[in-house]
């Protein structure tokens, strides 16, 4: 069956650019999970519609981004496994990835209701 996550992708550039070059973008797991076609409204953020499997998100990612120079993506994904919770940024074919860092605070007993 595959892991399953749940992908948002969003950028800064103009919104006409960008996704003209995700239509002409031959990537098969990238058109699945966002379904980009020609004719559809121009966006600055796209989402699944539902888990997919795109294991190939970072080299497409890079690969996007050096189609559009200068352009900043932001990709966010949410794995079916818990804590798989990360961000990645993408510009220039260059890429930075981080993972959630989830974090509680000291317990306070004047929080108490």
């Given at each position: 069956?595959?892991y399953?996550?749940?992908f ?50 970072n080299?497409?990612?890079?690969e ?10 932001t ?39």
């Open positions: 069956m595959g399953l996550t749940s948002t992708m969003s950028h800064d550039g103009d919104p006409k650019v960008v996704h003209a070059a995700m239509v002409a973008f031959p990537k098969a797991e990238f058109d699945y999970a966002f379904g980009v076609r020609e004719g559809d409204d121009p966006q600055t953020s796209y989402e699944t519609q539902e888990k997919c499997k795109w294991y190939s998100h080299a497409d990612m890079r996007l981004s050096l189609k559009c120079p200068g352009v900043l993506f990709t966010e994904g949410i794995g079916e496994d818990y804590p798989d919770v990360w961000k990645s940024w993408h510009k220039d074919g260059k890429m930075w990835r981080v993972d959630a860092n989830i974090t509680f605070p000291e317990y306070d007993e004047t929080k108490l209701r």
